[in-house]
Nanobody
Framework: QVQLVESGGGLVQAGGSLSLSCAAS????????MGWFRQAPGRKREFVAA????????DYADSGKDRFTISRDNAKNTLYLHMNSLKPEDTAVYYC????????????????WGQGTQVTVSS
């Protein structure tokens, strides 16, 4: 099993940037495809971005394409999400997760969830 701890959330104005981190411990991080998901109040948790175990392939939901960048450092057991041009509708709790299945599909299945980090974008 892998344990995940997100950090880096906060309050930012619309148009600003924010970088999230996810520290992994437990089983070998480098063997997992990883992803970011988010959940806004009153809404279902949704896929944001995913990255292959090697770091060579990534995939994004339409909501984050051209604004978000997912990356990983397997030597540091850390996953990242850099977000630019943030919008109020990006406000949500952001979670990192292992991609259990469906990498590259519109709705991959995540697991081993972290506790999440709040991102709030003010208008």
């Amino acid at each position: 099993q892998v344990q995940l701890v997100e950090s880096g959330g906060g309050l930012v104005q619309a148009g600003g940037s924010l970088s999230l981190s996810c520290a992994a411990s437990g089983r070998t991080f480098s063997g997992y495809n990883m992803g970011w998901f988010r959940q806004a109040p009153g809404r279902k948790r949704e896929f944001v971005a995913a990255i292959a175990w090697s770091g060579r392939t990534s995939d994004y939901a339409d909501s984050g394409k051209d604004r978000f960048t997912i990356s990983r450092d397997n030597a540091k057991n850390t996953l990242y999400l850099h977000m630019n041009s943030l919008k109020p509708e990006d406000t949500a709790v952001y979670y990192c997760a292992v991609i259990l299945s469906g990498f590259g599909s519109p709705q991959p299945r995540g697991g081993y969830w972290g506790q999440g980090t709040q991102v709030t974008v003010s208008s």
